[in-house]
């Protein structure tokens, strides 16, 4: 698999590492640190920052301490909204009627772009009515296009287009793109249906090469009342629609950082679909918990653990193991600056893997914290998920151990396509050849959202 093809990239790094590291503890150490567990214990541990000595093993995302420092701490330059009006859009916001009743869509949408005018977190915003094209609106006009229905629609919006207008007009450092529309790939002729992916790659690439481009996607339903356009022009438009809800998308576009930045402050609080694509993520804090669901003949490897009140613990030392006398270990992690998607438990345990050498150490469960951890005086109260892992052969030497999460596409996206949307339902046409085009071309550069760096070594 492209996963374990990086994974002996990993290995020269974390070799160096391992020959600098000055050896474990010594059985008298260890003791020592069990009389001493009162004192080295009773100051909090800070998980969200890794030792300086573990940043030239990050990996893919930089170290979560990054994310309160530097550049990340700044505004955004701009935030640029895009509305679409074409006729495919009015049932969302239909027009006012004597009852006053208003869509999930206006509820939602309206509230939004009053928080995006409100917020802090970027400098300048502007928003932009998409027809053929975006024109350039302000708040107040386009929130009332969504409070009182849009007045003139367009008759179609060309999703490739938009894209790349995006991306050749409004593409900058420290700015995002926020398109509000329900992507209903239509185009002319029906014999482009089969290259969306194609179309939609193309578009975000035709101004040039963007290595650092990001795109995430939110999917949302609501009540539709008004004209229902399918995708095939054959099928026909459904009129009084409709008796299900039918779902529109929020999709951010721009460099990695600012998307990351601009989900996590406007975004992760609404409940959501989520699918992203090139966004990366500061690495999370994690921790060995010798305290917390352990079992078998193990202790803390680090260098000088049973003498100092460490942030983060990284090194197993295993003293014994076999199949009749497992060793289990606990390692705690902070997932809470990452998108939900990635702290689904489900998602985790179908995507989060281990890998070592020269071991048969194994991920048992990925758990999440409950009541009980959060109330505990112990460290685990300080994390929101926990990996338990198990083996049943001590190593022979000091081996690297890495917990690593696959970012693999959700499954509600294959749920939510449809290849004949002559009937409305709460799904949408081409949804999945869509979002293929957001994907890396070449599949070895789909990183995985984090890798967690571990040791193995013998213990005395």
Known sequence: MRHFSAFPRLLPALGLILLLLPGCYSRSDMK??????????????????????????????????????????????????????????????PKTGASGENTKFQQHIAQLLSEINRTSSARQKTFYRIKEKPYKDTYQGISATVRSGIQQPAKSTDIPSVLDTLMSQYYQPGTVSVLISDFIYSPKNAGAIPYIKTDITDALTRSGSHPDRAVSVYGYTSDFRGTYYPALVAAGKKTNCCDTEIP?????????????????????????????????????????????????????????????????????????????????????????????QYREVGYLKQNLTL??????????????????????????SKFTHF????????????????????????AWVAQWTTKNDATPASKTFALSSLLDGLEPQVEGDKRPVFELPLTLQPGE
């Open 248 to 340: 529109y998308y929020i999709w951010v576009v721009g460099p990695a950082d600012a998307v990351r930045r601009f989900d996590a402050a406007l975004l992760e609080q609404q409940p959501s679909k989520q699918a992203h694509f090139g966004v990366t993520y500061p690495r999370p804090g994690y921790s060995l918990l010798s305290k917390y669901q352990n079992k078998g003949s193990w202790y803390y490897g680090d260098a000088g653990a049973s003498k100092r009140n460490a942030d983060a613990y990284r090194v197993v030392a295993v003293s014994d193991a076999s199949v009749q006398q497992p060793v289990e270990f606990v390692v705690g992690m902070n997932l809470g600056q990452l998108p939900s």
């Open 355 to 380: 890998q070592g050498v020269d071991t048969d150490a194994k991920l048992l469960d990925v758990t999440a914290a409950t009541d009980q951890t959060k109330a505990s005086s112990g460290p685990e």
């Open 32 to 93: 020592s640190e069990e009389g001493a567990t009162a004192t080295s214990k009773s100051t909090t541990e800070t998980p969200a920052t890794a030792p300086p000595e573990e940043a030239p093993v990050a990996g893919p995302a930089e170290d979560a301490s990054d994310v309160v420092s530097g550049t990340a701490a700044q505004p955004l330059q701009a935030v640029n909204v895009f509305l679409e009006v074409s006729g495919s859009m009015e049932g969302f916001m």
């Open 387 to 410: 990996a338990k892992i198990r083996l049943t052969k001590p190593p022979k030497a000091a081996r690297p151990l890495v917990l690593k999460l696959q970012d693999q596409r959700p």
